[in-house]
DNA sequence: TTAACTGTATTAAGAGTGTTAGTACACTTG
DNA sequence: CAAGTGTACTAACACTCTTAATACAGTTAA
């Protein structure tokens, strides 16, 4: 279902998070759907439960994902969370943007980069 | 000269690497103008000497300064670095665009952020 | 030459974070 | 009741960041 990446420098927990994001994305996880329970995932990815649980609790704090003590954990919404990506990417290309000007790139260079990763695959 | 900023996770060093090529790329610190000693700039900010080695060897590496045992620190080049941080941006604007394709975001909707974001300030 | 400045290297220690391990408790389901 | 769920807690280890204290080598100006 996931797979780690140990080149990775990020913490484990934080790539789970960001897989179980993708997959709800792809609609691979649908809403209301449950998700592996904590120990499954764990063994799934021979890692701790702890770091899994890490990863479920920042999901829920997040809005991604919804928890029922005793049952499981069950996905929250897949548009809520479309939405928010959205937000989430907006500092981050205004954060590039400026990059960009600092570097004296023009808005058609960037632009004309986007075109192009845009069009990929 | 830099300031800063406790409240950013991100370690002191790589604060320091980024401040500095900031102010190389305002022209703050002109093509083989010499840099604060290393000591100078860890009394000035209060930090330790070997935090800023730290962040000058980095700058080394990355062909953003050049050193002369004995004499100092030196700004290696502006255009280099222009050059060097347009290619950097690339495959983080890449990883943006992938975000924004998960989100439905389509490119006109991407495209309008960045010529906000490029028309301000 | 000497003194004061440069960069560079090394070792040790402390703090913080990420991860694992083990255990325990409460809730739900069959 | 038993097995599965989420949740909480403590302890230990590894790694990174940072500080501290030296030490050494090269440069420069008095």
Same sequence: chains 1, 2.
């Avoid at 649908?30 to 609790?57: C, F, G, K």
């Avoid at 600092?102 to 260079?109: L, V």
Wanted: charged share 30%.
């Amino acid at each position: 279902m996931i797979t780690l990446d140990y080149a990775d420098r990020r913490p484990i927990y934080e790539q789970v998070i960001e897989r179980m994001k993708d997959l709800i994305l792809l609609g691979v996880l649908a809403t209301d759907e449950q998700l592996p329970s904590v120990r499954e995932l764990a063994m799934d990815l021979s890692i701790n439960p702890n770091t899994v649980q890490r990863a479920y609790a920042e999901l829920e704090r997040q809005g991604v994902i919804y928890c029922v003590k005793g049952r499981g954990n069950f996905v929250a919404g897949i548009n809520a969370l479309k939405d928010k990506q959205k937000e989430e990417l907006k500092p981050q290309l205004l954060e590039l943007v400026k990059k960009a000007k600092k570097a004296d790139m023009t808005e058609n260079e960037f632009t004309e980069l986007v075109k192009q990763f845009y069009s990929q695959q």
